[in-house]
């Protein structure tokens, strides 16, 4: 891929969700390796063309200011809604059978607004995934008498015995890589580990497991932890698995929409809970395919740039 076709996929990923990118986060985000150098050479041509629009310090390939303006608003609320994550995760890091607490979707890309959630990426122990999730979605069910709920949008699990991220494709590779541990370094660090195949996606990008705080061990969650270690605690992990995925089954057939107007669906296994690709993934990798494929005619025939 040339460096300047690697610059516009870059670019026309994050106009899906009308995000402009500074020059460090476009070369961060590109899927072809290239110097720095040659990288800002090749991008200042594309704004000396019009090709990339430049407004401040960012970059877009829409001509919409209102974006401009947006990005920076998004990025002064995220530094406030990423203090409360540090406490919140801080708070599910307590919990039984929980290794690691990160920071996902659109705050872990520095961006929000007065609607945004707090979305949580839980690392938990090995085939305690579902004791682990019934316990904090308990606690979550408290937290709606203070409307509260949104600081806990615990969404994506996985445990510590399958920590591969099993769909390889650009949205998996930027949420992985974007991803911002805040509790459980030595989680985050197998975390990353098993999931190096993002390099492949995206060779600039660094995993930021160093932003993650040690994990403390409390009495309470460790006796709890200790009851519920042995065989008693298998039985009771999957029947809670069956349990849920059940309901979860009911709420995808009765076409249950949840506040961002996808539908209610999840994908439960033993070592991992997460919504089901098929209802946002699927939808937003089709887009940018189909995005890509547009540039590709677009810039191809005026500045033969994109191969």
Known sequence: MHTKSAIISALGYFDLFNYPLTQREIWLFLQHPAPYRQFGE?????????VVNKFGEFYSLRHEPGDFASRSEGNKKAVILLRKARKVAK????????????????LSKNFANDSSDIDLFIITAPNRLWLARTILHGFKKLTFIFNRQHLYCMNYFVDQQQLEIEEKNIYTATEVA??????????FKEFFAA???????????????????????????WLVE????????????????????????????????????????MIARKHLAKPDPAFFQEGLLKQYAEKIEQLAKQFEADYAIVK
């Open 42 to 50: 090749a991008l200042s041509g594309l704004v000396q063309r019009a």
């Open 91 to 106: 708070l599910v890091s307590l919990f039984p059978f929980v290794r690691g607490v990160g920071v996902s979707g659109s």
């Open 226 to 265: 200790k009851a519920l270690g042995g065989r008693q605690g298998n039985r009771l992990d999957d029947y809670l698995m069956e349990m849920t995925n059940r309901r979860w089954r009911e709420k995808t057939l009765n076409n249950q929409k949840n506040s961002r107007g996808v539908t209610m669906s």
């Open 195 to 221: 999931n190096a195949w993002t390099k492949s996606f995206l060779p600039h990008h660094f995993l930021r497991v160093s932003s993650a705080a040690n994990r403390k061990v409390q009495p309470v969650p």
């Open 178 to 187: 974007t991803l911002i541990p805040m509790q459980g370094e030595t989680a």
